[in-house]
């Protein structure tokens, strides 16, 4: 099978011929029909996360289980899944107390870019390709844990449960679970990408009275409209005074950065009102610092979060997004903004370093 190789971060991906082994004991082989690309893909194909290569990225997709290893007792061939890059144990402490986003096994395993198991299934050229976040669904089949494929309904297409899996699980996630935003809130979201677009629809979801979406895009701006957002701000340096005058002087009462710049975040915190709550769901390098503004953040009483994979459970919040789609709730095909085949892959990275907006979609 062929799938999209990072030997070394900062060069293009080569599609190439992989070997992929046949599930062990408690995972899956899926054929992967779509993957969306999300800028947790370009991070680490830019260089910005260092990391072990040679790898295959893709974390957001969807597909059909073909074979099923010892022990599979959650899925069967024929199962149509969406990826989960969160494979949580169900035993560890944080998965006790509900939060499987937060497993310790995840730290051992998954961010060091193993499958839970600790292996990896995929070779090329003689060696181990590492399997990203335990999905590595740059590729025509790929094999994960039980726990990293959510069985969904198989009437819905695969380009657009692709993106379900990471950008509308985050952003919606970060509204309903992190920040819980009740009917009438003033909403700023910085960042009207991937992520940013699906809190945009989850806060006009929630009956927020106004939601402010900020971009240097025109084109992320004019799509964030079309998803809810009752005003658009260009980012600069008047964002947050512009934020400011839309919401009387007074600042909103959440704003979601999905950026997660330095910048960004101090902008977050300034564009929020007294009392008010800032949501980091973007992630900048893993060496990045930011600086907070002491005194207003005391005496403006603000709380400051961080959201990861929305904050949720995913097993649970997966299949209620695919069934919000099928009522008509949830918009998941305009987020598909490009198609590529799998040989494109570096055309899909490139548009999404040059912020074409929404998501761009591999078709395996
Ligand atoms: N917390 C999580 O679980 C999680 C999940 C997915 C992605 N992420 C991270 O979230 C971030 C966004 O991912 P994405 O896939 O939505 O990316 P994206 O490229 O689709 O969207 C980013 C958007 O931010 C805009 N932008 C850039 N600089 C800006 C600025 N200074 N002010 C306002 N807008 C600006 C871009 O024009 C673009 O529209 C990435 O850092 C990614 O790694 C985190
Ligand atoms: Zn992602
Ligand atoms: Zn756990």
């Given at each position: 099978?062929?799938?999209?190789?990072?030997?070394?971060?900062g060069?293009?991906?080569?599609?190439?011929?992989?070997e992929l082994?046949?599930?062990?004991?408690?995972?899956?082989?899926?054929e992967?029909?779509?993957?969306?690309?999300?800028?947790?893909?370009?991070?680490?194909?830019?260089?910005?996360?260092?990391?072990r290569?040679?790898?295959?990225?893709?974390?957001?997709?969807?597909?059909?289980?073909?074979?099923?290893?010892?022990?599979?007792?959650?899925?069967?061939?024929?199962?149509?899944?969406?990826?989960c890059?969160?494979?949580?144990?169900?035993?560890?402490?944080?998965c006790?107390?509900?939060?499987?986003?937060?497993?310790?096994?995840?730290?051992?395993?998954?961010?060091?870019?193993?499958?839970?198991?600790?292996?990896?299934r995929?070779?090329?050229?003689?060696?181990?390709?590492?399997?990203?976040?335990?999905?590595a669904?740059?590729?025509?089949?790929?094999?994960?844990?039980?726990?990293?494929?959510?069985?969904?309904s198989?009437?819905?297409?695969?380009?657009v449960?692709?993106?379900?899996?990471?950008?509308?699980?985050?952003?919606?996630?970060?509204?309903?679970?992190?920040?819980?935003?009740?009917a009438g809130a003033?909403?700023?979201?910085?960042g009207?990408?991937?992520?940013?677009?699906n809190?945009v629809?989850?806060?006009?979801?929630?009956?927020?009275?106004?939601?402010?979406?900020?971009?240097?895009?025109?084109?992320?701006?004019?799509?964030?409209?079309?998803?809810?957002?009752?005003?658009?701000v260009?980012?600069?340096?008047?964002?947050?005074?512009?934020?400011?005058?839309?919401?009387?002087?007074?600042?909103?009462?959440?704003?979601?950065?999905?950026?997660?710049?330095?910048?960004?975040?101090?902008?977050?915190?300034?564009?929020?009102?007294?009392?008010?709550?800032?949501?980091?769901?973007?992630?900048?390098?893993?060496?990045?610092?930011?600086?907070?503004?002491?005194?207003?953040f005391?005496m403006?009483?603000?709380?400051?979060?961080?959201s990861?994979?929305?904050?949720?459970?995913?097993?649970?919040?997966?299949?209620?997004?695919?069934?919000?789609?099928?009522?008509?709730?949830?918009?998941?095909?305009?987020?598909v903004?490009?198609?590529?085949?799998?040989?494109?892959?570096?055309?899909?990275?490139?548009?999404?370093?040059?912020?074409?907006?929404?998501?761009?979609?591999?078709?395996?």
């Amino acid at each position: 099978m062929r799938a999209a190789v990072l030997w070394s971060q900062g060069d293009p991906l080569s599609v190439e011929e992989v070997e992929l082994s046949p599930p062990g004991p408690g995972e899956v082989l899926v054929e992967v029909k779509a993957a969306g690309v999300c800028h947790s893909d370009l991070h680490p194909a830019r260089g910005d996360w260092k990391m072990r290569t040679p790898v295959v990225l893709g974390h957001e997709g969807a597909g059909i289980v073909r074979e099923i290893g010892a022990g599979v007792t959650a899925l069967e061939p024929g199962d149509h899944v969406v990826f989960c890059w969160t494979p949580s144990c169900g035993q560890c402490p944080s998965c006790a107390d509900h939060r499987p986003v937060l497993c310790d096994r995840l730290d051992q395993t998954t961010y060091r870019n193993k499958l839970p198991s600790g292996e990896s299934r995929m070779r090329a050229r003689d060696q181990a390709l590492a399997p990203f976040l335990s999905t590595a669904c740059f590729a025509q089949q790929t094999v994960v844990a039980q726990e990293g494929a959510v069985r969904v309904s198989r009437d819905v297409p695969f380009d657009v449960l692709a993106s379900l899996g990471c950008a509308v699980l985050t952003g919606m996630g970060a509204v309903t679970n992190a920040a819980k935003v009740p009917a009438g809130a003033t909403v700023v979201v910085i960042g009207a990408g991937g992520v940013g677009l699906n809190v945009v629809q989850g806060a006009v979801m929630a009956g927020s009275a106004r939601v402010i979406a900020v971009d240097p895009q025109p084109a992320a701006l004019a799509l964030a409209t079309t998803f809810g957002a009752t005003d658009v701000v260009p980012s600069g340096d008047a964002a947050v005074a512009t934020i400011r005058e839309l919401t009387r002087g007074r600042g909103a009462d959440f704003v979601f950065d999905t950026v997660g710049a330095p910048a960004t975040i101090a902008d977050a915190l300034a564009s929020s009102k007294k009392g008010g709550t800032v949501i980091v769901t973007g992630l900048s390098r893993t060496d990045a610092q930011a600086s907070v503004s002491m005194f207003p953040f005391v005496m403006q009483e603000k709380t400051l979060i961080g959201s990861v994979y929305g904050s949720g459970q995913p097993a649970r919040d997966i299949p209620r997004l695919v069934a919000q789609f099928q009522s008509g709730a949830l918009k998941l095909k305009e987020l598909v903004a490009r198609r590529y085949r799998l040989d494109d892959i570096n055309d899909a990275l490139d548009a999404l370093a040059a912020g074409t907006g929404a998501r761009g979609v591999i078709l395996m």
